[in-house]
């Protein structure tokens, strides 16, 4: 792959989009290369993905607007669906997904980090959705996830207004989860993929489905979906070690005798 690095490490696989020279922009080649990357991760031995730009000036500075500026209407209409079909696999990708952001996360940056479970960012983190002014609308899923991870007012007024926004305010609203030092953003990312990476693979990935579907329905519903979910862990070899281990340090516990302290 040209613009595409892929990295395994304990559990952990990081997949970089490399093309610091346009900023890490995305064009339909790097949509492409990104959906056969993530086709490619073996999930019988990763257990969680970093999302990451090269460099340090920007994570993903937007959609390649050379490549847009001349589509047609039917063409611009193609490349949301190409842009959108690869975010969507992204976000109900069955491991958890951590986008470390590093600069830039405008237009397509700040949508496919919206596509990912966890977002962290590094203190120089810019985000934006600036289509208005370009004339055009966000076309990567920008208007339905930024409405449902901040509010809904606050997603119109930024995109309404085409408004950049640094790390502390993405903080502030509730868009990312963390801010941490540049040089601290890849292993605070890889420490905390680490931790998901150490609990059982079974009951994390329904997690992630019972999250995702409950919130596409109503109460009643979603309580289904998790009771279904959390009857799929019994009977997994996962749940029987982890409750086997848990009892068996229980048990150990009672058994201990505390000596009597001299008066």
Do not use: H, W
């Amino acid at each position: 792959m040209e613009f595409i690095l892929y990295e395994v490490k304990d559990m952990v696989a990081t997949i970089t989009i490399n093309r610091p020279k346009a900023l890490n922009a995305l064009n339909s080649q790097v949509l492409e290369e990104l959906d056969a990357a993530l086709d490619a991760v073996d999930l019988n031995t990763v257990r969680c993905l970093i999302l990451t730009g090269a460099g340090d000036k920007s994570f993903v500075a937007g959609a390649d607007i050379g490549e847009m500026s001349t589509l047609t209407k039917a063409e611009g209409e193609a490349f949301g669906k190409k842009g959108n079909d690869v975010f969507r696999k992204l976000e109900t990708f069955p491991i958890p997904v951590i986008a470390a952001i590093n600069g830039f996360a405008l237009g397509g940056g700040c949508e496919i980090s919206m596509s990912c479970d966890i977002r962290i960012c590094s203190d120089n983190a810019v985000f934006g959705q600036p289509e208005t002014g370009l004339g055009i609308t966000p076309g990567f899923g920008g208007t339905q996830r930024l409405a449902r991870l901040v509010s809904p007012g606050m997603a119109k007024q930024l995109i309404y207004s085409a408004r950049n926004i640094k790390a502390d305010e993405a903080y502030r609203i509730g868009l990312v989860n963390a801010v941490y030092p540049a040089g601290e953003l890849i292993p605070q990312a890889e420490k905390l993929a680490a931790t998901i990476a150490k609990n059982a693979p079974i009951a994390v990935r329904n997690c992630k489905k019972a999250i995702n579907d409950g919130l596409q329905t109503d109460m009643d519903n979603a309580l289904v979906i998790e009771e279904k979910l959390f009857g799929d862990c019994f009977e997994t070899e996962d749940q029987k070690a982890g409750m086997g281990n848990f009892l068996e340090k229980d048990k150990e516990k009672k058994l201990k005798v505390v000596p009597f302290k001299n008066c």
